[in-house]
Nanobody, 126 residues
Framework: QVQLVESGGGSVQAGGSLRLSCHAS????????MGWFRQAPGKEREGVAH????????YYSDSVKGRFTISRDINRNTLYLQMNSLKPEDTAMYYCAADSSHAWRPWWNQGDVEHWGQGTQVTVSS
């Protein structure tokens, strides 16, 4: 009943920036926990960042902390990920995620995700 559609992926050089967007539609909840995961070839899907419905609490993985910023527009059911100072190791398929069971959780594993987007590819070249 919830559809998540990502956009904004692409190919950039190291040090460049991208902004990913995720629009939620269908039976959505403003209080949904939302975030981003990524998966590189041959690797497990890992959490990147997530944010509570108020936009006050957020989590970042150590690998992106200080470079990425997560935000959301509750009125428009849209999630964003501003990605700065991109590195080749950031290359992955990025997936939007949502969970209506929690307004916030400090740890979010891929197995706990209720809704997934289709993914958008981010490729960073050196």
């Amino acid at each position: 009943q919830v559809q998540l559609v990502e956009s904004g992926g692409g190919s950039v050089q190291a040090g460049g920036s991208l902004r990913l967007s995720c629009h939620a539609s269908g039976y959505t909840h403003s209080w949904m926990l939302m975030g981003w995961f990524r998966q590189a070839p041959g690797k497990e899907r890992e959490g990147v960042a997530h944010i509570d419905y108020t936009g006050v609490q957020s989590y970042y993985s150590d690998s992106v902390k200080g470079r990425f910023t997560i935000s959301r527009d509750i009125n428009r059911n849209t999630l964003y990920l501003q990605m700065n100072s991109l590195k080749p190791e950031d290359t992955a398929m990025y997936y939007c995620a949502a969970d209506s069971s929690h307004a916030w959780r400090p740890w979010w594993n891929q197995g706990d995700v209720e809704h997934w987007g289709q993914g958008t590819q981010v490729t960073v070249s050196s």
